[in-house]
């Protein structure tokens, strides 16, 4: 790298660490001020923290968009659009409203103890920064020639030790910093490749017919799968977190319909870039297709810019995640576990924090010693997407109604689809194809519905 472009990533650190671990006078008066920013989230910050943080598998989208083309919109954008406006306009004000730390947290309050734990379980492993963890330390192993061990080392320790002081307040205020770093490299990417291959439609003229179809060549059954995927949308824990941050329902709802035009010029930016880097790269790696193609078009300095916002967009998620999973093993499990129900010290204070800290190294370890062992961010979250999902969304929906279900029914549904989906997924890999050719997701699913259907006729009855 050029002395310019590392002169950026020098500037970019030393302002991270000003963001991150500044603290104003009001710090640690609110038992929330540390888990949720004291509930005053503003909507520039709201929008600018939940844009930055849904695109840490950035190295993947570019894996993909090389791989297979257009069908990356088809799959990771226009899905979430969908869910998230229905999230935005059904959901988010009500989670504002029920003043809840977290999604796990609502499960409790609801459904018990069994089943807050169960969902923070699933959460844990859903929210992991394990697969981001390996995309940035390949990143930065790819553009300074450090070991991959310790590129790793470094991106953990930069991105999660703010949290230790901060917690959330820190998560938004360097998010603000990643938001513009990531759209001004993308931009700067897309400028410098029209400037090398010419027009869109000039250098995506070569390309496979497959890039430029909307499945990519997949089978529609694959397209719905992702679609029903986006579901994961709803008990995405950083949306929850968000809008339980807000300061009014309505900064959530807004919030989340500006974030999703945001998204969509990023996607724009992204699939774009993605094609340009499949028409003008020789064959390599597609999970280095963005820092390849930067390495290749982009100049001194853009190209510090660039990668300093791709560092941006990964870093930007590993924080926020770092920080859920650590609400989530510290809070949600060990200290629910510790906590009788019935207990006069039930309630969070400042000083229970300490379980958060205490969750947050052991999230730093577990994501380390995962990030080796991770071949591919898309197909990790198609996996736990497609075993997850099913035993989540229709609770979390129904902790929201009225009509009350037992504790044990919630359970039921919440365990069954998940084992349905991993024995179809385990089959699959025995038979070398899906049973009846459906994919995991769909048992689980209708396992899910089916279980509810059967509690509600049975209620009726009695």
């Not at 998560?171 to 910093?177: A, G, I, N, S, Y």
């Not at 979250?381 to 997850?388: Q, R």
Request: hydrophobic content about 50%.
């Amino acid at each position: 790298m050029h002395w310019l472009d590392l002169s950026v990533l020098v500037l970019y650190t030393c302002l991270l660490i000003g963001f991150g671990f500044y603290r104003s006078k009001e710090s640690g008066k609110d038992p929330e001020e540390y888990l949720l920013a004291g509930r005053k989230l503003s909507l520039p910050g709201f929008v600018a923290t939940l844009v930055a943080t849904w695109y840490g598998g950035i190295l993947g989208i570019g894996e993909n968009t090389y791989a297979y083309g257009v069908q990356t919109w088809f799959i990771l954008g226009f899905p979430y659009y969908v869910f998230a406006v229905l999230y935005a306009l059904f959901i988010a004000g009500r989670i504002n409203k029920t003043k809840c730390i977290s999604l796990p947290d609502q499960f409790h309050k609801r459904f018990g103890k069994t089943a807050g734990i169960i969902s923070a379980i699933y959460i844990l492993a859903l929210a992991s920064p394990a697969p981001y963890i390996l995309s940035i330390g390949i990143l930065l192993q790819f553009t300074t020639g450090l070991s991959l061990a310790l590129s790793l080392i470094i991106a953990v320790g930069l991105s999660l030790s703010y949290i230790w002081l901060g917690g959330f307040k820190a998560v938004v205020r360097t998010d603000l910093l990643q938001f513009g770093f990531m759209f001004l490299g993308f931009i700067l990417l897309l400028i410098f490749s029209m400037k090398s291959a010419g027009t869109f439609l000039e250098a995506t003229s070569n390309l496979p017919e497959s890039h430029l179809n909307p499945t990519g060549g997949a089978s529609i059954q694959y397209i719905l799968v992702w679609f029903f995927i986006a579901l994961w949308t709803f008990v995405d824990p950083g949306f929850y977190q968000r809008c339980a941050a807000a300061k009014s329902p309505k900064t959530a709802q807004t919030g989340i319909l500006i974030s999703i035009g945001f998204w969509f010029i990023f996607d724009i930016l992204t699939i774009s870039t993605g094609l340009y880097a499949k028409a003008l790269l020789s064959p390599g790696d597609p999970l280095l297709a963005y820092p390849r193609l930067g390495a290749m078009v982009l100049p001194p300095l853009a190209y510090g810019i660039f990668i300093t916002g791709l560092l941006s967009t990964i870093m930007s998620t590993i924080d926020s995640l770092g920080l859920i999973s650590a609400i989530t093993f510290g809070r949600d499990i060990i200290w629910r576990i510790q906590t009788p129900a019935n207990s006069a010290q039930k309630s969070w204070s400042n000083a229970s924090n300490q379980f958060v800290q205490k969750g947050l190294v052991v999230t730093a370890l577990i994501a380390l010693g995962l990030a080796f062992s991770i071949p591919s961010v898309v197909k990790l979250w198609y996996v736990l997407g497609s075993i997850l999902v099913p035993g989540l969304v229709l609770p979390f929906l129904l902790s929201f109604s009225a009509k009350k279900l037992s504790g044990p029914d919630i359970v039921t549904m919440m365990v069954l689809p998940v084992l349905v989906s991993v024995i179809w997924t385990i089959s699959g890999k025995i038979m070398d194809g899906y049973p009846l050719n459906l994919e995991p997701f769909y048992p689980g699913i209708l396992t899910s519905g089916l279980i509810y259907g059967l509690k509600v006729t049975h209620g009726k009855r009695n």
